[in-house]
């Protein structure tokens, strides 16, 4: 009888700090994590390297730049955004003639003080052993043409390698992978993470939001 009340006890003991921990979190929040970077309030380009091709079509590359670009000016980061898609198309016609354009010919050709140079290191629908989990990287980069130099992370502008961004999703059904509809539906969510994720390093921030890693991965 005394085993079977002590039980007892501990299980409610127990429940009732889950609840004090939840009513706290409900309460408190987790706390906010600071901006890695305070963007200046210039006119700016969100740029996507991809030469390797990483993403499966050439299309998400203006979808990542254009989601960026909104967030960046609907949370006043910026005032403006140059249109990326018309950068892309201008540098995609220069290396069709073979020339490799540098940050600094493309900044000016847009006529940009502020350029995030974003380089992308993955992006793939499936982890090891075929996962159905999205998941992708890329490399962030800051050029402040004001001051001739990369500002985030600090360095020369020629400086190899930047901010890595890497996420990963929730796991999605199989069934989604079969068609072509599914497959590009997660391609999508998996920009907008991204996106999301970029842009987090400009402002400040919950440091984790509610339930978002509840449930099975």
């Given at each position: 009888?005394?085993?079977?009340?002590?039980?007892?006890?501990?299980?409610?003991?127990?429940?009732?700090?889950?609840?004090?921990?939840m009513?706290?979190?409900?309460l408190?929040?987790?706390?906010?994590?600071?901006?890695?970077?305070a963007?200046?309030?210039?006119?700016?380009?969100?740029?996507?390297?991809?030469?390797a091709?990483?993403?499966?079509?050439?299309?998400?590359?203006?979808?990542?730049?254009?989601?960026?670009?909104?967030?960046?000016?609907?949370?006043?980061?910026?005032?403006?955004?140059?249109?990326?898609?018309?950068?892309?198309?201008?540098?995609?016609?220069?290396?069709?003639?073979?020339?490799?354009?540098?940050?600094?010919?493309?900044?000016?050709?847009?006529?940009?003080?502020?350029?995030?140079?974003?380089?992308?290191?993955?992006?793939?629908?499936?982890?090891?052993?075929?996962?159905?989990?999205?998941?992708?990287?890329?490399?962030?980069?800051?050029?402040?043409?004001?001051?001739?130099?990369?500002?985030?992370p600090?360095?020369?502008?020629?400086?190899?390698?930047?901010?890595?961004?890497?996420?990963?999703?929730?796991?999605?059904?199989?069934?989604?992978?079969?068609?072509?509809?599914?497959?590009?539906?997660?391609?999508?969510?998996?920009?907008?993470?991204?996106?999301?994720?970029?842009?987090?390093?400009?402002?400040?921030?919950?440091?984790?939001?509610?339930?978002?890693?509840?449930?099975t991965?």
């Amino acid at each position: 009888m005394f085993i079977l009340l002590g039980s007892l006890f501990l299980a409610f003991a127990s429940t009732g700090c889950n609840y004090i921990v939840m009513a706290n979190y409900a309460l408190e929040g987790t706390g906010k994590t600071p901006a890695e970077h305070a963007l200046e309030p210039w006119e700016t380009l969100v740029f996507i390297d991809d030469p390797a091709n990483i993403l499966p079509r050439t299309v998400l590359r203006a979808n990542l730049a254009e989601e960026i670009s909104t967030q960046l000016v609907t949370r006043q980061l910026v005032p403006l955004t140059v249109e990326p898609t018309d950068a892309m198309a201008m540098v995609r016609s220069r290396e069709r003639r073979g020339d490799r354009m540098s940050m600094e010919q493309i900044a000016k050709e847009a006529d940009v003080p502020q350029l995030i140079f974003i380089e992308m290191e993955s992006f793939s629908l499936t982890e090891s052993e075929w996962v159905p989990r999205p998941n992708a990287s890329c490399l962030i980069k800051v050029l402040d043409f004001e001051q001739g130099r990369r500002v985030y992370p600090q360095g020369d502008i020629g400086d190899y390698g930047g901010r890595r961004i890497s996420v990963s999703m929730r796991e999605i059904s199989p069934e989604s992978m079969r068609s072509t509809s599914g497959r590009r539906q997660a391609e999508l969510n998996l920009v907008s993470r991204l996106a999301r994720d970029i842009v987090k390093l400009f402002y400040e921030y919950e440091t984790k939001d509610l339930g978002e890693n509840l449930g099975t991965r």
